[in-house]
């Protein structure tokens, strides 16, 4: 079914908390009928789309214009075991699934591979997007295909993991923003589980444990998100606002002559390492800074919070202060890694 709805506010569609109007906004909960209807849309004697928004679950992006002329929200619901083996299953959720919902989902089922992921807000579609990632493990690692609809023909596409050109934060949706609606994403997890604890934290997190299983691994990512993290129910945020920065071994030895402690993160193309973005921060005297209505979280400096009201332009204004004195101090230019509209 689908549902058109005009002048909707978007507050309650973006986790922080900024107002826009969507003038048209289409519900779908059925992908066969979505994909007619932009076919419909698209037919050459009707006026053409322009200034799409796919909205899933609003977590990582950031309202800067007042308006969006038309918003697709869908919202596909279903999870289906397709294959399993010994050591493996695959199994396909709907773009409409609850991230959060859809780990747990797995941990009780036995399948592992996702655990790390555990808590970040917004819904399945959005992982293949964004190459969501967290504590060691990205969604790339556990992606097999991706179902989703051309939005210029109405054409069902599959995408192998290999075509989805899946980097840092980043994807082959990314990069062709609005031409691609996800429809259903399929993962191979594993029966035999591996726990990830790269990330020193929750190696310290799980010191105590007498047996480390998913849901233990699950539960020390749910504590540590809760020690750093804000409740964007109560504080506005989306998540980290800018990605770690890809600088050059010589950028690297360069800053080594005056800041010899950098925290440091190794990467697969040589000759780079990527530094964090929450250490350039710091340095730079933003952590818990507040102006208007925007701040850096006290706890991440990662995190760009509302603390009541602001708007999008207020928000990309204060991050542009933090990262234009980032590259004066540092000589490296921040990137965001929210979605900018």
């Not at 030895?253 to 190794?266: A, F, G, H, M, V």
């Not at 101090?329 to 509209?341: D, H, Q, W």
Request: with cysteine; aromatic share 8%.
């Amino acid at each position: 079914m689908l549902e058109y709805r005009q002048n909707v506010s978007l507050l309650p569609y973006n986790t922080f908390g900024i107002d826009a109007t969507a003038q048209t906004m289409i519900v779908a909960d059925d992908a066969d009928a979505l994909a007619h209807e932009l076919r419909t849309l698209r037919a050459p004697e009707t006026k053409p789309l322009s200034d799409m928004l796919i909205l899933g679950g609003g977590s990582n992006i950031l309202f800067v214009s007042e308006k969006c002329p038309l918003v697709i929200h869908p919202v596909f619901k279903g999870i289906e075991l397709l294959e399993e083996h010994n050591d493996t299953a695959l199994v396909r959720a709907c773009a409409g699934e609850i991230w959060d919902e859809w780990i747990q989902w797995c941990i009780e089922r036995g399948y592992s591979g996702m655990e790390n992921l555990s808590a970040i807000p917004g819904t399945v579609g959005a992982c293949p997007v964004q190459n969501i990632g967290a504590y060691g493990t990205e969604a790339k690692d556990v992606i097999e295909t991706v179902e989703a609809v051309e939005t210029a023909t109405g054409k069902t596409v599959h995408f192998r993991r290999r075509e989805c050109g899946f980097g840092y934060r980043d994807s082959f949706f990314k990069q062709h923003k609005g031409k691609y609606l996800i429809v259903s994403v399929t993962f191979r997890l594993s029966k035999t589980f591996t726990p990830q604890l790269s990330y020193a934290g929750l190696q310290t997190e799980l010191a105590g444990e007498l047996e480390i299983t998913p849901s233990s691994v699950r539960d020390a990512v749910m504590r540590i998100r809760q020690q750093k993290l804000p409740e964007w129910q109560q504080l506005g945020s989306a998540g980290s606002f800018f990605k770690n920065p890809l600088v050059s071994q010589q950028k690297v030895e360069e800053l080594r002559r005056t800041y010899e402690n950098i925290p440091l993160y190794s990467v697969p193309q040589d000759g780079f390492r990527k530094i964090s973005a929450a250490w350039l921060i710091e340095q730079c005297g933003w952590k818990g800074v507040q102006k208007g209505h925007v701040g850096v979280y006290h706890n991440q400096p990662l995190i760009l919070v509302n603390r009541g009201n602001a708007t999008g332009r207020e928000v990309m204004d204060f991050a542009r202060e933090i990262m234009d004195s980032a590259e004066k101090k540092f000589g490296i230019r921040m990137e965001t890694e929210v979605n900018i509209v």
